[in-house]
């Protein structure tokens, strides 16, 4: 997939992964559209681009809002025409047990990434696909194939994003558009400053992997979408932590509830 002179779409851009991808991108000669909720922060980044030569514009949303994505469209389409390259990277969602979770935290949690991911996907895939050439990157997480304890409401939006990656690449064979689904493991960014307690949930296990940066993660995503592979994990050991997931579950499950952490003493 050609990067430079394409228009590419990044959610989740005022920080972290998704303001280092649009970087990136731009980097390489692509238009990019940075969409996320903080405007403050979305013009950072575009003057950071802007001021490297790059090319960059702020489109303000909400994107877990079904009729803010549709207002979003209109607005990308009327003023760039249909992107050819849409990356899913907004995400939200704190590691808590299940009976600790409310309905609306549930529901705020399926809201961004799946749902968020699913409206803008089916919003701008007809245009992508009368095109015939485009890519879609969907930036998910390693709960959508091992959860680890207190992380219910977090792992279902995850596995839900990764049944549609799947669903995707199925609907779209042959039509010329690619997909490829990104599962980085622990990355320094302020997700968890966002997200408190939940850092103190991650299970012990993850320490065998390096810490990745956003910028790692970032120039990833753009050589995934150049070369269009289909999966990507990050660092590897994650694709042998998957594999061992579906292949040996019982024992994955053991490991990781072992080196998890444990539910509060009950009186």
Known sequence: MRITGNTVIVTGASMGIGAATAVEFARYGADVLLVARNVARLEVVAREI????????????????????????????????????????AGAGRFRFIDDTTGEEFERM????????????????????????????NVNSPASRVVWPA????????YGLRGLTEALRVDLKGTGIGVTEIIPGHVVSEYFRNNPGSA??????????????????????????????????????????????????????????????KRPATR
């Open 50 to 89: 802007t001021e490297r030569g790059g090319r960059a514009h702020v489109h303000p949303c909400d994107v877990s809002d079904r009729r803010a994505v549709v207002r979003l469209v209109d607005e990308v389409t009327t003023e760039h025409g249909a992107p050819h390259i849409l990356v899913n990277n």
């Open 110 to 137: 399926a809201a961004v990434p799946y749902l968020a991911a699913g409206y803008l996907t089916t919003a701008l895939l007809p245009a992508m696909v009368d095109r015939g050439v485009g890519h879609i990157v």
């Open 151 to 158: 992380s219910a409401g977090y792992a279902a939006s995850r």
């Open 200 to 261: 103190a949930n991650i299970p012990a296990v993850s320490r065998l992997m390096p810490t990745l940066t956003p910028q790692h993660v970032a120039a990833r995503i753009v050589r995934a979408t150049a070369c269009e592979h289909d999966e990507v994990f990050l660092p590897q050991f994650l694709r042998a932590m998957a594999v061992a997931a579906r292949f040996a579950p019982r024992i994955t499950r053991r490991v990781v509830a072992a080196t998890g952490t």
